[in-house]
């Protein structure tokens, strides 16, 4: 398995550390319900199909990443810097 | 105050295997230099040195600011050091001189030594570029020096086994061109 990385290129697999699903993106805001907490901390869908996780560039360039993959055929349907656009050029 | 010595990490002596050589530079200069957001270009106006896009190396006379990160690159060379800095440099500077083993990697079989350890293929790699990756478990920065030369950095408390693992996969790749004669 390989993952391009908007900084580096394609890279191996073992350069990354997977975090878990991209629902941590989505943090509740300040005062939300412990129902939004609860979903938010616990509940995740489990998809035969399109999924999104993080990753983290370790052994490369230190980017979160935002991945879209499909749990069915393997294919890496994007790969993304959570850091946004201009991090992946080196701007920021 | 107590009387420090600088050490090298490692004090070999350059071994070759299959005409490749592995050597150790014994104290590298090492400032790690992290611009604030947006201020790379700035930062490297200040300092005469193009801040470098990632995987690659801007060069100028014996400084060299070799790309290790998102937003961060390494200035190398004889005279890096943080007293030379200019003032107000728009960013995070530490000196990391002594954090890091330098080791060069020169000869013809000097890729197929790296394809053993590295998760990269360096076969088309050219002077000017620099990639943050593995050296086994190891973290690395390899800088490519053209004409089969490589310049590794990995952490100086793990400087004994990268030696070693470099210095094993020479020896097998030796004792694979050896059978193939």
Redesign the interface.
């Known amino acids: 398995m390989r993952l391009t990385c908007p ?3 394609p ?2 697999r ?2 990354f550390y997977y975090y878990g699903a991209a629902d941590y993106l989505a943090r509740p805001a300040e005062g939300a319900p412990p129902e939004a907490w609860d979903d938010y901390l616990h509940l995740r869908d489990n998809p035969a199909g399109v999924t999104q996780d993080l990753w983290y560039h370790e ?5 979160w990443l935002k991945v879209t993959r499909n749990t069915v055929t393997h294919e890496i349907l994007a790969v993304e810097s959570v ?1 946004g656009a ?2 992946a050029e ?3 | 105050m107590p009387d420090l010595i600088a050490k090298p990490a490692l004090g070999v002596a350059p071994v070759t295997h299959a005409g490749t050589t592995l050597a150790e530079i014994p104290l590298p200069q090492i400032i790690a230099i992290a611009p604030y ?2 201020q ?1 270009a700035a930062v490297g106006a200040a300092l005469g040195l193009a801040f470098p ?3 690659t190396v801007s060069e100028s006379g014996g400084a060299r600011l070799v790309w290790a ?3 961060m690159a390494f200035l190398i060379g004889a005279e890096a050091s943080a007293a030379t800095l200019p003032e107000g440099l728009a960013a995070m500077v530490s000196d990391q001189s002594d954090a890091w083993v330098m080791l060069t990697l020169v000869g013809p079989r000097a890729v197929d030594v790296l394809a053993r350890l590295v ?2 293929d360096l076969r088309a790699a050219q002077r000017g570029q620099a ?4 050296l086994g478990h190891m ?2 920065v390899l800088i490519a020096e053209g004409e089969g030369g490589f310049t590794l950095l990995t952490f100086r408390s793990m400087a004994r086994t990268a030696w070693h693992e470099i210095e094993e996969a020479m020896a097998k790749v030796e004792a694979r061109l050896a059978l193939s004669a």
């Open positions: 900084l580096c290129g890279r191996d073992r350069e052994q490369g360039c230190c980017s850091a201009d991090a080196g701007r920021a | 957001p947006g790379a896009a990632p995987n990160g998102r937003d998760p990269l990639f943050r990756s593995a973290p690395l």
